[in-house]
């Protein structure tokens, strides 16, 4: 019998790790849709068929086919009913940081781990640059969780499951959590919850052929 969720993913996409890690954490029937990026899997028709974006993650459910995780995280919350907010002041809040996450956090750590880790001869000062934008960012979460446990709410949120999304491959672009203690200690609560699991154990396509 087919999984009530499909993800398209695969195991280097900290935005389709936002996602599964959102549909293990509820423990949701589920299953990955590898999606072989590396070799050019979502520039093809058929894959364009599916997401004209051209993008992962993807989720299919009951006849329905979302992408972005921003808006999958929403689907989720609702249909799950887990990591949601509760009234009109939450949901701004939530929004808040999912809207700052996918402009801010996750373009710059995405960007500067896609330049250290997966290219090939990246310029030295196109990282540089990013690297500053990314450590610009990391900062200011760590300043919204000094003193506090989770991002948005007195509760983790769909807000904290998108802003950790590239977090756990800090080793990748060379980010030493010691550094930006409270975003450390709530890397270590999130770790915590009941069915949380690496991306790289969560998602198919872990290592990449060419890393061995």
Not at 121 to 128: I, K, L, M, S
Not at 149 to 167: F, N, Q, R
Request: glycine content about 8%.
């Amino acid at each position: 019998m087919a999984a009530d969720y499909t993800l398209y993913c695969f195991a280097q996409s900290g935005n389709a790790y936002k996602a599964a890690l959102m549909l293990n954490l509820c423990g949701a029937d589920w299953t990955p849709r590898f999606v072989d990026f590396f070799n050019g899997e979502t520039r093809t028709e058929a894959y364009r068929a599916v997401n004209v974006m051209g993008e992962v993650p993807v989720l299919e459910h009951r006849g329905r086919r979302l992408s972005q995780s921003g808006v999958i995280l929403d689907y989720l919350a609702h249909t799950l009913g887990r990591f949601d907010w509760e009234g009109e002041e939450e949901r701004r809040e939530v929004l808040r940081w999912l809207l700052w996450d996918n402009h801010k956090l996750t373009s710059y750590t995405a960007t500067l781990r896609f330049l250290m880790a997966l290219s090939k001869d990246p310029n030295p000062a196109v990282v540089e640059t990013f690297r500053a934008r990314a450590l610009t960012a990391i900062k200011v979460l760590d300043t919204q969780l000094t003193g506090r446990e989770w991002v948005a709410l007195d509760k983790p949120s769909i807000a904290d499951l998108s802003l950790c999304g590239y977090l756990w491959f800090n080793d990748e672009f060379g980010v030493d959590w010691k550094t930006y203690p409270a975003v450390g200690a709530w890397l270590r609560r999130l770790e915590a919850l009941p069915g949380w699991k690496h991306p790289y154990a969560l998602m198919p396509g872990h290592p990449l052929p060419a890393k061995g």
